[in-house]
């Protein structure tokens, strides 16, 4: 199916330096896309292909999600939520570490199983699975590590005290730059979240485990916020940057309606704090559902258009 160009991304990108979306419908295939072969940066949404690698490990025995692991307090990633912020030692799941890594974006979780099934494991994957432009650089320590390098500081520099709102800064690291961090399209994303919602990410069992994961994300206010009916659902990961806001998910409708929607959008402001980046993210994904789903009433009618237009 051929990729829509839809001009009303242009006022949901208003006050954007760039904005990049893919939406599909995952039943007929119908695109709908802007920019959305461009390459853009993860951030967090690179544990979506985390998540697969260690399903898919499982799956091969390489792994049992039961085994519990202890994660020390010492050494552990730097982040806003989950075992990274807690104070304690802290005995748990790889299941309970995915939902953690997942729902919460804990880094520490995250690098915890980063650490176990390898970032070149997790890019073997995603080739095997036919996704040659997603390509992980590194974990969420690296990444951190990487803000140090760039600036020229210690490797023990405590990286709180950096303002990455700074322009002189931000604009200094390669994590922003889609050309030397983790990396994707939006179309990839889309292409992804399909195959898990297909059951061929991984086993059918684990694809239902990664969609009932997918489901319990709680952030609801960037993919969540352009859906606000009870009866619809969305499913999803959240990325945030410096300049970089993001969100891929899968929205449903209870007429069985689904659409993969990834949007990433680059930012003007050097804020921790962007509500109105936020808000585009919401509106532009929802104007590119609404257009797939008109385009599905449109082809369900006598004489209708075909779906591949």
């Known amino acids: ?54 399903f898919r490990q499982a799956d091969q025995g390489r792994l049992q999600f039961t085994e519990q692991v202890t994660v020390p307090v010492a050494g552990r990633t730097e982040g806003p939520f989950g075992l990274s912020v807690m104070r304690d030692p802290a005995t748990m799941s790889w299941r309970d570490l995915a939902w953690l890594m997942m729902s919460l ?4 979780a995250t690098d915890v199983i980063c650490d176990r099934i390898g970032i070149d494991s ?20 690296d990444l951190f590590q990487s803000v140090s390098v760039d600036l020229g500081l210690p490797a023990d520099t405590d990286l709180d005290a950096i303002d990455v709102t700074d322009p002189a800064v931000a604009d200094r690291l390669r994590l922003v730059d889609p050309l030397s961090t983790s990396r994707s399209t939006p179309r990839e994303l889309t292409a992804l979240l399909g195959l898990i919602w297909a059951d061929q990410a991984a086993s059918a069992d684990s694809c239902a485990a990664m969609r009932r994961i997918l489901g319990q994300q709680v952030w609801p206010h960037r993919l969540a916020a352009g859906f606000p009916e009870d009866d619809v659902s ?13 969100e891929a998910g899968v929205v449903e ?18 804020t921790q704090k962007d509500p ?34």
């Not at 080739?127 to 590194?138: A, I, K, N």
Request: proline share 6%.
């Open 122 to 141: 997790v890019n073997d994957a995603l080739r095997d699975l036919g996704l040659f432009q997603t390509v992980l650089v590194g974990n969420c320590r």
């Open 105 to 108: 974006s804990d880094n520490e």
């Open 1 to 54: 199916m051929t990729t829509q160009a839809v001009d009303e991304f242009a006022p949901a990108f208003e006050g954007a330096s760039a904005g990049y979306v893919h939406a599909v419908d995952l039943r007929s295939g119908v695109e709908i896309g802007h920019g959305a072969d461009e390459p853009v940066v993860l951030a967090s949404v690179f544990k979506v292909p985390v998540l697969v690698e260690l």
């Open 276 to 309: 109105a980046a936020d808000s585009a993210i919401a509106r532009s994904a929802r104007v590119a559902v609404d257009a797939l789903r008109e385009i599905t009433r449109a082809t369900a009618q006598p004489g209708g258009p075909p779906s591949s237009m």
């Open 253 to 270: 409708y209870p007429d069985g309606g689904r659409y993969a929607v990834a949007v990433f959008l680059r930012s003007r402001r050097h």
């Open 234 to 246: 969305t499913s999803g990961k959240t990325g945030t940057l410096p300049l970089w806001r993001n």
